[in-house]
């Protein structure tokens, strides 16, 4: 019972965390839609406040070709629009399994324990029935289960 409380921590730790990055990032991006916002409304006014005092001069001018134009082009006026860019990013998962079903690590070649991992990943090695043999590891990894499938993004 002490290594599935263990367990337990370990997966939340980790989901906590990735909702902590998620929630960081959904923050940033807020902020950054704000900062555009806020620009975007600064330089509507600047603009507004230019049209307004060019027509008014052109009013007093009685100059209807030129606050035509200008009419024109404050109608023109597009603003660039805020969008949602969706990308990727790699999550890495975690999932629930035995030690007997871990995959094979990475070692250095010249390793001592290279060849005792050769020796007991041969022990553990399982004939399918095709004379293919394939480690218990590699079988978690091939047969989906509720403990080592992955989640649909």
Known sequence: MKKRKEVLERLTKWVNELLRLVEDHVNSQKKLLDQYVDA???SLDTERKRFN????AQRKKKDNEQIERLLAECKALKLDQ?????YEQPISYMRVMTEAQLPPRKTDENSVHK???????????????????ISAGERSLRTPTSANARSPR
Do not use: H, L, Y
């Not at 005092?53 to 008014?56: C, D, R, T």
């Not at 060849?115 to 293919?132: A, K, L, P, V």
């Open 40 to 42: 975007q409304k600064r």
């Open 115 to 133: 060849t005792e991992e050769n020796q007991s990943q041969n022990r553990s090695t399982e004939d399918n029935g095709n004379g293919n043999g």
């Open 82 to 86: 805020p969008i949602i860019d969706q």
């Open 53 to 56: 005092a060019e027509i008014a």
